[in-house]
C-alpha cells in the first residue's frame, strides 16, 4: 500500500525550532516529488513547496520562502519541514503529499494525516 | 500569488448536478492545462478528484468531471449524493516562479 506517514502534533513556544517528518513506503520515494501544503484553523489549502527526493530539487513558493526549509533524506524514504524561528501564525496543520507525475505541481494523489503544529506562548 | 477564486458555496438536491468554477490568469489556470480538484471532509486529508483539468485518478466515480475554458476551470459533480457534502479545492501549476496556487474553497451541501 502506497502510504504516507506523518510526525505527531506539536506544540511548541515563539521563537523556537521545528522540524517535522513524512515517511513514504510502498512506492519508489526517489522517483516521485514530495509536497508540503498549510491549513490554518477553519482556512484552505496553501500551496508551500515540492522536493524531488532523488537529488533534493526543492521548488517553493514566494509566500514561504524563506520562512521555511523543505529536505529530504532519500536513505530512509523520509521528507522534512522544519522552521528555525517559529512564530503564532504557523499555527495550522501541514500535509505533506505526493505528486502523481513529474509534470504537474498540483495533483498531489497520496496524502499524509496531517501534522497539527500549534504555536503558542 | 494570490489565491484561485471559487465561490463561497453552492448547493444542490440530491440526484441534481453542480457546477464549482475556478478563476485565475492567464499566468495559471489559463496558461497550461494543469488544474486540479480536490475533496475535502471536515477533519479528513484533501483527496484527489480531477487532475490535468478532465482526468480521473483510479476510484473516482465518473460523477465528477473537470473542465477549463480560458481562465476558468470548473468541477461539475452529477447526481448529487449526500457523502459529496465537502469542501472543495482548485489547484493549478502557476509557472516556474510560484510554481502552484489553491483556491479559495467552496463548500458543496447537499440539502
Known amino acids: 500500500e502506497v502510504q504516507l506517514v506523518q510526525s505527531g502534533a506539536e506544540v511548541k513556544k515563539p521563537g523556537e525550532s521545528l522540524k517535522i517528518s513524512c515517511k513514504g513506503s510502498?512506492?519508489?520515494?526517489?522517483?516521485?516529488?514530495i509536497g508540503w501544503v498549510r491549513q490554518m484553523p477553519g482556512k484552505g489549502l496553501e500551496w508551500m513547496g515540492i522536493?524531488?527526493?532523488?537529488?533534493?530539487?526543492?521548488r517553493y513558493s514566494p509566500s514561504f520562502q524563506g520562512q521555511v526549509t523543505i529536505s529530504a533524506d532519500k536513505s530512509i524514504s523520509t521528507a522534512y519541514l522544519q522552521w528555525s524561528s517559529l512564530k503564532a501564525s504557523d499555527t495550522a496543520m501541514y500535509y505533506c503529499?505526493?505528486?502523481?507525475?513529474?509534470?504537474?505541481?498540483?495533483?498531489?494523489?497520496?496524502w499524509g494525516q496531517g501534522t497539527m503544529v500549534t504555536v503558542s506562548s | 500569488q494570490s489565491a484561485l477564486t471559487q465561490p463561497r458555496s453552492v448547493s444542490g438536491s440530491p440526484g441534481q448536478s453542480v457546477t464549482i468554477s475556478c478563476t485565475g490568469t492567464?499566468?495559471?489556470?489559463?496558461?497550461?492545462?494543469?488544474v486540479s480538484w480536490y475533496q475535502q471532509h471536515p477533519g479528513k486529508a484533501p483527496k484527489l478528484m480531477i487532475y490535468?483539468?478532465?482526468k480521473r485518478p483510479s476510484g473516482v466515480p465518473d460523477r465528477f468531471s473537470g473542465s477549463k475554458s480560458g481562465n476558468t476551470a470548473s468541477l461539475t459533480i452529477s447526481g448529487l449524493q449526500a457523502e459529496d457534502e465537502a469542501d472543495y479545492y482548485c489547484?493549478?501549476?502557476?509557472?516556474?516562479?510560484?510554481?502552484?496556487?489553491f483556491g479559495t474553497g467552496t463548500k458543496v451541501t447537499v440539502l
Open positions: 503529499a505526493k505528486l502523481l507525475t513529474t509534470v504537474t505541481t498540483c495533483a498531489f494523489d497520496i
Open positions: 510502498g512506492y519508489s520515494f526517489t522517483s516521485y516529488w
Open positions: 522536493i524531488y527526493p532523488g537529488d533534493s530539487d526543492t
Open positions: 492567464s499566468s495559471d489556470v489559463g496558461g497550461y492545462n494543469y
Open positions: 490535468d483539468v478532465s
Open positions: 489547484c493549478s501549476y502557476a509557472g516556474s516562479y510560484t510554481w502552484g496556487v
